[in-house]
């Protein structure tokens, strides 16, 4: 059964980094059918796709264009695990962060348990 | 404004069949991309309902079916049951947005 852990802090100053990190078991970072995610939900914006990482032969990592700039996501094989980065955040990144698998045609079939994150100072 | 657009909420009794519906264009459903739809129960994490349109992750009841026409999907519950009461989503790639798009979300009571 594959189980994804989260954690980072909930709250962040205005303008600093926010940073998480999803430890994987039952999986594996490397896998060669697997990508992983990160995905935010708050009132404002809905369910909000950030990015992913996944491993084909090499490392890929993808982000969504209104992030570009901002967020980096990056694997971590020696602790089966993957972290985002997300920097110069404002109030209006106040969000619940989930990490989420998914193994084919973009569909997450298992979820972290989701992380509050408030940006204030 | 979500790429994909869901009724904020439906309501209907215990047994009855309610459907949900999911209207994108032609970057995304139109385009032929996986249609998914997913369960948010309160305070959980969103949980795979439906998945490529039709198909049901183990252990999630046949009560719960998807469809897909032209640019739209929808999900049905048949045999409403209190326990459905949740947030469902719907979620497909949009070649616009060079990723993914989530519908806004329909709140599902059940009377």
């Known amino acids: 059964q594959v189980q994804l852990r989260q954690s980072g802090p909930g709250l962040v100053k205005p303008s600093q980094t926010l940073s998480l990190t999803c430890a994987i078991s039952g999986d594996s970072v490397s896998s060669n059918s697997a990508a992983w995610n990160w995905i935010r939900q708050s009132p404002s914006r809905g369910l909000e796709w950030l990015g992913r990482?996944?491993?084909?032969?090499?490392?890929?990592?993808d982000y969504a264009v209104s992030m570009k700039g901002r967020i980096t996501i990056n694997p971590d094989t020696s602790k089966n695990q993957f972290s985002l980065q997300l920097n110069s955040v404002t109030r209006e990144d106040t969000a619940l962060f989930y990490c989420a698998r998914y193994t084919s045609d973009w569909a997450f079939d298992y979820w972290g348990q989701g992380t509050l994150v408030t940006v204030s100072s | 404004q979500s790429v994909l657009t869901q009724p904020p909420s439906v309501s209907g009794a215990p047994g009855q069949r309610v459907t949900i519906s999911c209207t994108g264009s032609s970057s995304n459903i139109g385009a032929g991309f996986g249609v998914h739809w997913y369960q948010r129960l309160p305070g959980t994490a969103p949980k795979l309902l439906i998945y490529?349109?039709?198909n049901r992750p183990s252990g999630v009841p046949d009560r719960f079916s998807g469809s897909r026409s032209g640019t739209s999907a929808s999900l049905a519950i048949t045999g409403l049951q209190a326990e459905d009461e949740a947030d469902y989503y719907c979620?497909?790639?949009?070649?616009?947005?060079?990723?993914?798009?989530f519908g806004g979300g329909t709140k599902l009571t059940v009377l």
């Open positions: 990482t996944y491993y084909r032969s090499k490392w890929y990592s």
């Open positions: 490529g349109t039709n």
């Open positions: 979620q497909s790639y949009d070649s616009s947005l060079n990723g993914l798009a």
